[in-house]
T-cell receptor, first 114, second 114 residues
């Protein structure tokens, strides 16, 4: 399984942007880049995913490097509710009806200060 | 609409016992996956099922088994419990269309083995 590397922890102030980095130098051409987050005492929650192009949704933006060996999750205005563990995951495109497995690492613990 | 529901939410067993965990996916979702999350670590993939067929298995011993029913609900069974099986067991559902990027996780079943 292709691996990702993330900082163990990051801190931010409320209402400021947050840039969460992820390195994935062994990514293959068919790997999607996924981000999930896990709030305390809850299951993981999907944030965003992409393949080659930058992606935006209501929760966040995903910036993917041109060589795809790194990516950055951007939270435009952090809130206290964004405090969570953020996981950067590579998912192989299994095609058809098989979603495949997510291989979670340790993730980045994001602390948001009021 | 109801999300992924899991039962029981908490349970305590002793070594050597057997446990059955249950999961109901989101209505219309045909695929269910199971993950184990040990305290302080990211979730680890156990099984994936689609239309009652096993589509993937993680690196877990044969004491772990699962099945999916015609209504797409699923059970995870663990025999001969060990102390190391203490963890949060997460169920995730998916539409079955691999092009859809999002897995929906339940809040998990917290198993404590004494």
């Amino acid at each position: 399984d292709a691996k990702t590397t993330q900082p163990n922890s990051m801190e931010s102030n409320e209402e400021e942007p947050v840039h969460l980095p992820c390195n994935h130098s062994t990514i293959s051409g068919t790997d999607y880049i996924h981000w999930y987050r896990q709030l305390p005492s809850q299951g993981p929650e999907y944030v965003i995913h992409g393949l080659t192009s930058n992606v935006n949704n209501r929760m966040a933006s995903l910036a993917i490097a041109e060589d795809r060996k790194s990516s950055t999750l951007i939270l435009h205005r952090a809130t206290l509710r964004d405090a969570a563990v953020y996981y950067c995951i590579l998912r192989e495109d299994a095609g058809g009806t098989s979603y495949g497995k997510l291989t979670f690492g340790q993730g980045t613990i994001l602390t948001v200060h009021p | 609409d109801a999300g992924v529901t899991q039962s029981p939410t908490h349970l305590i067993k002793t070594r050597g016992q057997h446990v059955t965990l249950r999961c109901s996916p989101i209505s219309g979702h045909k695929s269910v996956s199971w993950y184990q999350q040990v305290l302080g670590q990211g979730p680890q993939f156990i099984f994936q099922y689609y239309e009652k067929e096993e589509r993937g298995r993680g690196n877990f011993p044969d004491r772990f088994s699962a099945r999916q029913f015609p209504n797409y609900s699923s059970e995870l069974n663990v025999n001969a419990l060990l102390l190391g099986d203490s963890a949060l067991y997460l169920c995730a559902s998916h539409t079955g269309n691999a092009n859809t990027g999002e897995l929906f996780f339940g809040e998990g079943s917290r198993l404590t083995v004494l």
